[in-house]
C-alpha cells in the first residue's frame, strides 16, 4: 500500500508537518516508521481520522491517488445507468475517481454499494440478458466494477488482529463475485477482518473454513437463481455447526427469494448491504 510521509500529509491537509508529528506521537493518528526511523502514513489512516473528528477530507488528487478527471462526460455519476454506461464505455479510472471522491466525501460504503455500484451491474446484466451486449462486454465491465472495489478496499484502514473476524463467499452454483466482494467491503469498512471465499464454494469448504477460522460471522451472498441441489443439502450442517459453536450466519442477496428463505434456516436474511451493515453492528454490542 502507497504511504506517504508527514510532510505530503500536511500539504494535503492544510497543516504544519510538526502538527502531522504531533498527532502521530500521541496516538491519534497511526503511522509506521521505515528502518531508518522515518513516519510513513497511508490513506486509510488518514481518512480514518479525519471521520473521527468531523475534519474535512482533502483533495486527494494532491497526493497523486485520483485521477484528473477528463472531460465533463465524467464529473457527474448520479444514476445507475449512467455508470453502467461509463463502464461499458471502458472509463475505468475517471468512473473510479468519482466513486471514490464520493466514498471519502462522507456517503456511507453500504450506501454507495446498494444504490449506485450494485444496481449499475444489475443494469449492465439486463443488457446482455435482452442482447444489447455481447457476453464479451458484460465480463469488461465486471471487471472493471472490481477493479474499483479494489480501489475502495485500499481507502479502507487494515483492521488490527483483535478486531472480529467474518468469512463468506457465494454458494455452489452461484458464480457471480462481485456481490461477494461488495458484502466483503462492507464489513472491512465496519472493522471486521473480512475473508471471502469468493463464488462457487461448497458447503463442505465453508464447514471447513469456520473450523479452521473461526469467525464470529459467516455470511452467503446469493444472486443465482440456479443453486445447485447440493447446496440445499449441506447447508443445514454447515449452519448448525456454526450454530454450535457460537457463530452468527447471515445469507443475502439478490437471489434470496422467499422460495430460498423458506428453504433455509440463518440467524438473518437480506437483500441489501445495509441489511449486513445492521446485522453486524448487532453482533459487534
Known sequence: MK???PHQISRALGVSESTIKRWIDGGHLRAEKTPGGHRRITIPDVLAFLRARG???????????LAERTGSATTQIDTPERLAHLLLAG?????STVILEQYTGGRPMDELLDRLVGPAMV??????????????????????ALSILHDLLGLVPVAPEDAPLALGGAPEGDPYFLPTCMAELTLADMGWRALNLGPNTPMVSVLEAISHHSPRLVWL?????????????????MFVAAQERGMRVAVGGQGVTPEV?????ASAFGTRLAHLKAFARGIER
Request: aromatic share 10%; glycine share 4%.
Open 3 to 5: 504511504t506517504f510521509s
Open 55 to 65: 475534519r474535512p477530507v482533502p483533495s486527494l488528487e494532491a497526493l497523486g491517488l
Open 91 to 95: 472509463e475505468t479510472q475517471a468512473v
Open 123 to 144: 443494469e449492465v446484466g439486463v443488457q446482455w440478458a435482452e442482447g444489447k451486449i455481447d457476453v464479451y462486454q458484460e465480463h469488461a465491465a465486471t471487471l472493471r
Open 221 to 237: 451472498s446469493i444472486t443465482s437463481t440456479q443453486l445447485v441441489p447440493a447446496f440445499f443439502d449441506d447447508y443445514p450442517r
Open 261 to 265: 428463505q423458506d428453504r433455509l434456516v
